[in-house]
Nanobody, 117 residues
Framework: VQLQASGGGLVQAGGSLRLSCIASGSVSSVVFMGWYRQAPGKQREMVALIANTGSTNYGGSVKGRFTISRDDAKNTIYLQMNSLKLEDTGVYYC????????????WGQGTLVTVSS
């Protein structure tokens, strides 16, 4: 599975951004996709996950502000980020978990989100 993330950038606090992640390759056996982020000097943390059933899960700090969605026809997931805060700054990584042959986690290259005051 190959993942290509895009949409990061510089935004003022309170603003919005939308990230996209296009999956290619053996996507039929992907059961979860999502977003993780890593701020400078901190560990990578889960931001949002979406299952192939459509169920979602969010990290506590983004609930009510971020929305993850998927377009299966385009093999793409999105992360709509609203009411951005300074602490949302970090590199956002797209993730996919695949079953079957090649089971495991796959990661995209990361896209930088910088929230300024």
């Amino acid at each position: 599975v190959q993942l290509q993330a895009s949409g990061g950038g510089l935004v003022q606090a309170g603003g919005s951004l939308r990230l996209s992640c296009i999956a290619s390759g053996s996507v039929s056996s992907v059961v979860f996709m999502g977003w993780y982020r890593q701020a400078p000097g901190k560990q990578r943390e889960m931001v949002a996950l979406i299952a192939n059933t459509g169920s979602t899960n969010y990290g506590g700090s983004v609930k009510g502000r971020f929305t993850i969605s998927r377009d299966d026809a385009k093999n793409t997931i999105y992360l709509q980020m609203n009411s951005l805060k300074l602490e949302d700054t970090g590199v956002y990584y797209c993730n996919a978990y695949k079953t079957g042959i090649g089971v495991g986690n796959y990661w995209g290259q990361g896209t930088l989100v910088t929230v300024s005051s």
